[in-house]
């Protein structure tokens, strides 16, 4: 079982619907959750991340964590075509003392139709 | 402006040869980081350096070497050894996890390397 798992897509929507990203994990020590967005042949930024279970809200977008499921979320609201990307969810267990390794989805591609 | 900065952006290698990619931050951060993104593959870790003249291996180091002589700067050389090189080649760069409290790290745009 890989570590972190994300279905690839492609996943095609019409201009203005709510899409649901997910990723589920299996390691139950991470404790930092983020979510990047990847425009085709350019690198990954970082959209938001989250610390623990809960919800976090920025403008269209809102991050959920289930620990208890290990499964997280990504919802984006009135979706624009300008959203059409590759977004990745990557983790984390938050050592502040040592070395704090990501570890990234492979990503799911979304396509907003006008 | 700051931020990372990747070159050159496409890369033709031809078999048996050693090419060496470029990364370099003004973010004034002290950690940096080298991935490769395969097709339907997550991020994979080759080398990451959390300081000056100290870096270590990540999953899949082998063919791969690096060098950490400045802090701004990570390149990476894609050795002969390596026998799959064709990819995209990510560069990160990281501030120090106690301040962010976690690994919040910071890509350049990439680098894709094709082998003729």
């Known amino acids: 079982q890989k570590e972190v798992e994300q279905d690839p897509g492609p996943l095609s929507v019409p201009e203005g619907a709510i899409v649901s990203l997910n990723c589920t994990y299996s390691?139950?020590?991470?404790?930092?959750f983020m979510w990047y967005r990847q425009y085709s042949r350019k690198g990954p930024e970082l959209l938001m991340y989250t610390y623990s279970s809960g919800n976090k809200e920025d403008g269209r977008f809102t991050a959920q964590v289930d620990k208890s499921s290990k499964y997280i979320s990504l919802f984006i609201r009135d979706s624009q075509p300008s959203d059409s990307a590759t977004y990745l969810c990557a983790m984390s267990e938050g050592m502040k003392t040592s070395y704090d390794k990501v570890i990234f989805g492979p990503g799911t591609s979304l396509s907003v139709i006008p | 402006d700051g931020g990372i900065t990747q070159s050159p952006k496409y890369l033709f290698r031809k078999e048996g040869q050693n090419v060496t990619l470029s990364c370099e931050q003004n973010l004034n951060h002290d950690a940096m980081y080298w991935y490769r993104q395969d097709p339907g593959q997550g991020l994979r870790l080759i080398y990451y350096?959390?300081?000056?003249?100290?870096?270590q291996k990540g999953d899949i180091a082998e063919g791969y070497s690096v060098s950490r002589e400045k802090k701004e700067s990570f390149p990476l050389t894609v050795t002969s050894a390596q026998k799959n090189p064709t990819a995209f080649y990510l560069c990160?760069?990281?501030?120090?996890?106690?301040?962010?409290?976690?690994?919040?790290?910071?890509f350049g745009p990439g680098t894709r390397l094709t082998v003729l």
């Open positions: 350096s959390q300081i000056v003249n100290d870096f």
């Open positions: 390691n139950s020590a991470f404790q930092y």
């Open positions: 990160a760069s990281s501030m120090p996890q106690g301040l962010a409290g976690h690994n919040e790290q910071f």
